[in-house]
Nanobody, 130 residues
Framework: QVQLVESGGGLVQAGGSLTLSCAASGRTFSHGAMGWFRQAPGANRDFVARISGIGTTYYTDSAKGRFTISAESAKNTVYLQMNSLKPEDTALYYC????????????????????????WGQGTQVTVSS
C-alpha cells in the first residue's frame, strides 16, 4: 500500500511563492509517475504537473514558466515549486501516484487524467490573496 502526504500549502499574496511537498511511503515511485492536481470549490480536479520515474516532466499551460515539479528519489518525495502565484491558483492541491510505468506516450493527455493514477494524498490548501 502506498501512502502520500502533502505539505507546504498556505496563504500567500499574489506574486508570491510556495513549495509543496509530497512524501510517499510504502513503495518507491521511481518506476511510475507522480502528478500534482488541484481542485477549487465546485470545480473538477485539474491536472497541474507530472514527473516520470526518469525525471521527464509535463505541465499544464497555466503552470508553464511558473511552476516546477521535481523529485528527490532518496527521500521518495516530489515537490511543486510555485512562483508568481495568482488568485486563480487558489485550490486544494493533491499529489497522485501511478504505480505502473506502462501507458501511452508521455505526451498523451491520458497522463493528465485523475483516473490514470492509483493513489492519492489528502491534499494541501493553497490560498492566494489579491
Amino acid at each position: 500500500q502506498v501512502q502520500l502526504v502533502e505539505s507546504g500549502g498556505g496563504l500567500v499574496q499574489a506574486g508570491g511563492s510556495l513549495t509543496l511537498s509530497c512524501a510517499a511511503s510504502g513503495r518507491t515511485f521511481s518506476h511510475g509517475a507522480m502528478g500534482w492536481f488541484r481542485q477549487a470549490p465546485g470545480a473538477n480536479r485539474d491536472f497541474v504537473a507530472r514527473i516520470s520515474g526518469i525525471g521527464t516532466t509535463y505541465y499544464t499551460d497555466s503552470a508553464k514558466g511558473r511552476f516546477t515539479i521535481s523529485a528527490e528519489s532518496a527521500k521518495n518525495t516530489v515537490y511543486l515549486q510555485m512562483n508568481s502565484l495568482k488568485p486563480e491558483d487558489t485550490a486544494l492541491y493533491y499529489c497522485a501516484y501511478r504505480a505502473a510505468a506502462q501507458g501511452p506516450s508521455w505526451d498523451s493527455s491520458w497522463w493528465n487524467r485523475p483516473s490514470s493514477y492509483d493513489y492519492w494524498g489528502q491534499g494541501t490548501q493553497v490560498t492566494v490573496s489579491s
